[in-house]
């Protein structure tokens, strides 16, 4: 197994950017990112006979190679650092579920990534794994990972999972290539102190304060006041993009050398303007943030917070808007760093409204990683198609965040998860079908005069 990592647990590891960056909105309570509740969980169906002592043996393989899973974040008042343990046995729980039809065996699946979501999970408990295998049958059966989200992030959930079927097989005796080396996330946080002194630094901090000048960013009014004090729960609220649409959003892109997340960001800052009476919109976003190729394989907590701002207010059709977007999109991306709102604090104002919240917006395709695969003796098969909203769910730190996911079927698995605090499930339901709506109505018709008037859709709401 192609691994580094040290068994010095007396160092005191700088955070990196990231968890500096989560370490904003903690209050020291559950309701923050180092909370019970701000955890990541994924699904896989898995085929075959499954050795439970092997798949035990895998999970500490797992926990031995990534060593953000034993990490902790220290916070003690100014001081806070990474503090690295040793390693430890995730927690594997083996269920029986009913043998039921398999054509409806799909239900008990979301219901039981609904109650992994449901459940919590101590952001001091080491390792930041754990593994629920329910069996339906003695060859059919569900793998529910959960992790904590200081140390994952959806593409290291996917790298787990890799790594977790690779170590299996070959505890069952199956010879396999050796996994790629994964460097420890401890070192990519030095590589992003060291690259934040370089010139390169200092020209895409240069960039965004240009940028950024002046900037607001994107608010939804709530249905309650933060004043309220209302429990700090999240919910989700979840939806599908329609196959027809998409296949109209992905000729448009292929037409206009844009993407996918172009598009579809586009038409939500066109929805944001026909709602307020503010036509140059800053809606947040967040990129990958994993830098350099050689930390592709590293688990950990990635991404950098990214405003893409732009002026639609003179566009006189949606095509005319998606190149301004891809404008800003593609300076964004090439200016792509940690910490940007340090560079227009003036921007994040609107935030701190008591009646206002953020919503950020983001797109991903599902990666490839495990679709069923048959690695060893086994085949695995993500959980892809999730459309059950539910009332309580791993926690966002604010506001609301968006969330579409570009299935290989061709359409979109969508989701917004909001905090129950500031709004009602039905306000999010109208919005998401409102922005359903704005796409299929500008890709099908993408030269036709672009309305940007207020008053439409929700715009009591926004």
């Known amino acids: 197994m192609s691994t580094a990592h040290s068994d010095d647990t007396t160092l005191q590891v700088p955070l990196s950017f990231n968890q500096d960056f989560l370490c904003l909105y903690d209050q020291g309570d559950d309701a923050g990112p180092f909370g019970p509740r701000y955890h990541i969980v994924h699904g896989w169906r898995v085929r075959g006979a499954v050795d439970h002592a092997a798949l035990r043996g895998a999970l500490d393989d797992v926990a031995e190679r990534h060593e953000a899973l034993r990490t902790s974040v220290i916070r003690n008042g100014d001081e806070r650092y990474q503090r690295i343990h040793p390693p430890a046995s995730p927690e594997l729980t083996v269920r029986d579920l009913p043998a039921t039809d398999p054509a409806l065996r799909d239900e008990l699946v979301e219901n039981l990534l609904i109650e992994a979501e449901r459940g919590t999970f101590d952001s001091l408990r080491i390792p930041h794994l754990r593994a629920v295998l329910a069996r339906f049958t003695d060859t059919d059966a569900v793998l529910v990972l959960t992790a904590h989200h200081t140390a994952t992030d959806g593409w290291s959930m996917r790298l787990i999972m890799r790594d977790l079927a690779h170590r299996y097989a070959v505890r069952r005796g199956h010879e396999l290539p050796e996994l790629p080396e994964a460097l420890p996330y401890r070192e990519f946080a030095q590589w992003e102190r060291e690259q934040s002194k370089t010139p390169a630094a200092d020209a895409a901090r240069a960039y965004w304060r240009d940028r950024l000048r002046g900037a607001r960013i994107v608010t939804i009014g709530t249905d309650h006041p933060r004043s309220a004090g209302l429990e700090q729960t999240t919910g989700i609220h979840r939806f599908l993009i329609e196959r027809e649409t998409m296949t109209a959003a992905l000729e448009l892109a292929r037409k206009n050398r844009s993407s996918p997340f172009m598009v579809l960001m586009a038409a939500f800052q066109v929805l944001i303007c026909r709602t307020t009476d503010v036509t140059e919109v800053t809606v947040p976003t967040f990129s990958p943030g994993r830098g350099p ?34 404008k800003s999109c593609v300076a964004a991306y090439a200016h792509d760093m940690p910490r940007i709102p340090a560079e227009a604090p003036e921007m994040m104002a609107p935030a701190m409204a008591d009646s206002r919240a953020t919503c950020v917006f983001q797109v991903f395709p599902f990666p490839f990683v495990l679709d069923g695969d048959t690695v060893g003796d086994l085949t695995y098969t993500e959980v892809r198609r999730r459309l059950v909203s539910q ?72």
């Open 293 to 326: 190729e050689r930390f592709q394989q590293t688990v950990g907590s990635f991404f950098n917070f990214m405003p893409v701002r732009t002026d639609l207010a003179d566009c006189a059709t949606f095509r005319e808007a998606l190149a301004r977007v891809r």
């Open 391 to 462: 009332p309580l769910a791993s926690d966002i730190p604010d506001g609301s965040l968006w969330t579409l996911n570009l299935d290989p079927d061709g359409d979109v698995v969508a989701s917004v998860a909001y905090k129950r605090s500031l709004y009602d499930p039905a306000t999010v339901a109208a919005l998401a079908s409102g922005y359903r709506e704005t796409l299929r109505e500008l890709v099908a018709e993408p030269d036709t005069p672009l309305n940007l008037t207020p008053g439409r859709a929700t715009a009591e709401r926004v």
